[in-house]
């Protein structure tokens, strides 16, 4: 493996196997390095895909207060761009648009997780619901 250095604190990442799949992350400040494909097989499972979440839209482009960071993997650093998770959640990602890296600030991962798991929480609320009004509906169609 190539000695890849963590963007904030410019030392050398280790790896680490997160639900099968070996990611890097820094021992200093905890953040993660995903490759293109790896953020969708460690993050909750969803009907949609968590990385497309953060493609190249000029719209999710954000400024989470922090300074650019370069990416780990690319030999140039090319700077990464901030991009909102999903426009409506204050968790912002960095992206690599040249290779599909992810890098994610410590506490991100869970915060990604989180917004998950209450995202699957009000579906199943709501599909509850319209369950229940379907159901009335065809009581009160037959009279009952």
Not at 71 to 92: G, L, N, S, W
């Amino acid at each position: 493996m190539m000695a890849y250095r963590c963007p904030r604190c410019e030392i050398h990442l280790h790896q680490q196997d997160m639900n099968g799949v070996t990611i890097e992350y820094c021992p200093r400040c905890s953040g993660l390095c995903f490759d293109r494909g790896e953020l969708d097989k460690v993050t909750e499972k969803t009907a949609g895909s968590v990385e497309y979440c953060t493609v190249a839209d000029a719209s999710l482009s954000v400024d989470d207060g922090r300074s650019e960071i370069g990416c780990p993997k690319c030999e140039t650093h090319k700077k990464m761009r901030k991009a909102a998770f999903v426009q409506y959640t204050d968790i912002v990602v960095d992206r690599c648009d040249a290779c599909g890296v992810i890098w994610l600030d410590t506490g991100e991962l869970d915060a990604i997780n989180r917004h998950i798991q209450r995202q699957s929480q009000s579906d199943t609320e709501r599909s509850f619901w319209s369950n229940v009004q379907m159901f009335a509906v065809k009581i009160a169609s037959i009279g009952l």
